[in-house]
């Protein structure tokens, strides 16, 4: 008895999955472009953030945190020029 109820759910679930139509099934939402760089600036913020924080707390020195802030600078603005690239390939105005 309970071996006929699983094969009947497995025919139906089968069945089921035969005779869905990509059209039936719900469009997804259009990825953002922007999303990548929006997590990477997001990133280097925050690094931003904790390299001054450690400075603060005099863990790093003023040459360290110089070098490493200017490198995060330099990450930052290579991010914000891949942006801009990308805005305009897709023509979105600024």
């Known amino acids: 008895m309970i ?3 699983a094969i ?3 025919l ?3 069945a089921l999955t035969l005779f869905i ?7 997804l939402p259009a990825e953002n472009p922007f999303k990548v760089f929006d ?7 925050e690094n931003l953030r904790d390299l001054q924080f450690e400075l603060r707390l005099g ?8 070098k490493s802030k200017q490198s995060l ?21 600024k």
Request: no cysteine.
């Open 21 to 27: 139509r990509e059209a039936d099934l719900p469009k």
């Open 12 to 14: 139906f679930v089968l």
């Open 3 to 5: 071996i006929a109820i």
């Open 39 to 45: 997590e990477r600036k997001a990133r280097i913020y």
């Open 73 to 93: 600078q330099g990450e930052l603005a290579q991010v914000l020029a891949e942006v801009d690239a990308l805005k305009a390939s897709l023509g979105v105005s």
């Open 8 to 10: 009947g759910l497995t």
């Open 59 to 66: 863990k790093l020195s003023d040459d360290d945190y110089a």
